[in-house]
């Protein structure tokens, strides 16, 4: 039953949205957690395969662009913004003085957290590599002279000992083999 209730709202996105709203209206205020579907675990596998290369698609970078330029301007006006904020604390404590830390970032989209380490005055060489073609080419347009490489988190070619730290914000829930 409860199978067959599943596969009718997938099938009617209009049906889905509605169930929706109501249960917004019925349950407000529940979390991030809300709403969700039950998925087979065949589902699971096929549902995964294609979410996996979902941040390939190339209006993406634009897409998010919009959003961390309102992050990057308030953080140039030195506002507070608790994800740089938190990232920026824990370089500065890994910083021992003896020269610039060597920063790889895996899943960096269009690299804009080597921006965030330039206004915050931190002394590193960046890196970024992405799996995604066209976040890359945003990358190196708008960073020229870093390094940014297309690169799968699950297959990456770097050396041994390549860098002091490597960093991954928000990539790990969107692979499915991590
Ligand atoms: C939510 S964004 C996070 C961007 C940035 N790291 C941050 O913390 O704001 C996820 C990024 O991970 C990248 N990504 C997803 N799967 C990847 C994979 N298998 N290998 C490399 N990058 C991946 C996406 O293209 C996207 O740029």
Redesign the pocket.
Known sequence: MKRQIRQLINRFPWLKKLLKQAMQFLLPGQGVSTHYMEVTQAEAGSESARLREA??DDELPVRQRELVDKQLAAYRRSEAVD?FDVLVKSLRELQDGTGTMRVL?????SGY?SEVFRIAGLDVLYTG????DA?IAMALQRHPGLQFDV????ALKYADNAYDVVI????LL??PEY
């Open positions: 941040w390939k994800v970032e895996i899943g960096c989209s957290y590599c992405d799996y995604s976040f690169q799968d988190a699950t991954s914000g928000c990539c969107h692979i």
